[in-house]
């Protein structure tokens, strides 16, 4: 590899855009390649293969050929309603997967910068929050305040905007509740099925930082079945 | 599921290379069976023999760092390599969780 073309894939990379690194094996020739735009003669051939890589986030070799794929993919969008005390778990443990957190929480005193350093915070209700964050059906959902006022609203936006991730915290009586709040809403069983509630796999803690771990684990096993 | 951009390797490669080092960049770009990283894992040489990251769970690095300073005194570009399950009566490098994985070596210049 040329310096120049690391320096132009450090340059990609801080700029978060989705890329692949392309590399023939055999002649040491490689390329960088952004979804949608066209490659050289060499590589063009095999842009079905480089093209599901990136379906399939993984990195290889292309099949019975010499040409090696590493795929840079953005992390995937999640969105955390209440800025309570397993959040800052959840924080944590997201640093080190592929997950770009925001948490939204109109309640100032939950959201503070002290509690979650170096952190998206955004002080409003779910309704005017969205409006700042792009999402669509590669985003998750996380709502823990277990308040209707509060995780109904962005429970709402992400069925609609079809969430491959939505999970709400609260026991079964509360989300009971829940889904009857959102049939009267207009939302039909399929799509009230689709929330993982209670949220979480069962591993059988209670405290905050084992809460935190059952749902980071179902999220990450929902995002290989997307 | 790794975080690729927030991966630090490639850029201290370039300061390497700022630097005036010469380095090489290892890849692992195929495994089978169990092995401690995953495809896309990376470790930079410089001609030295010192090393950063890592493409096992420490059991081939040396091999590699081997490799590397070969590929650089051979003014090579690039070189492949396979390490297999270790045979323990024996002195060689090999994985010891039973896997296989196969290194790409690139020459950055």
Redesign the interface.
Known sequence: MKHSQLKEIIKKKASKIEFAIVTNLENGLSEIYEPGKSLSKEFEIHKEQIDNFFKLKKNGVIESTEIFVETYIRPIKVIIVGAVHIAQYLVDFAKSLNFEISIIDPRGYFASEQRFPDMKIINKWPDEAFKEIETNENSALIALTHDPKIDDPALQHALNKKFYYIGALGSKKTHENRCQRLKEAGFDNEQINSIHGPIGIKLGGRSAPEIALSIIAQLVSETYKK | ?????DEKI??E??DW?NANQKIV?A?V??TWGSSPR???SRMIVNEKGDFSGSVSGGCVESAVVRECIDLIKDNK??K?IEFKVSNESAWEVGLACGGEIEV?L????
């Open positions: 599921m790794k975080n690729s951009f490639l850029e490669a370039n290379l960049l890849t770009i195929q995953q495809v896309g570009l690039c492949k790409y690139e020459q950055i210049n």
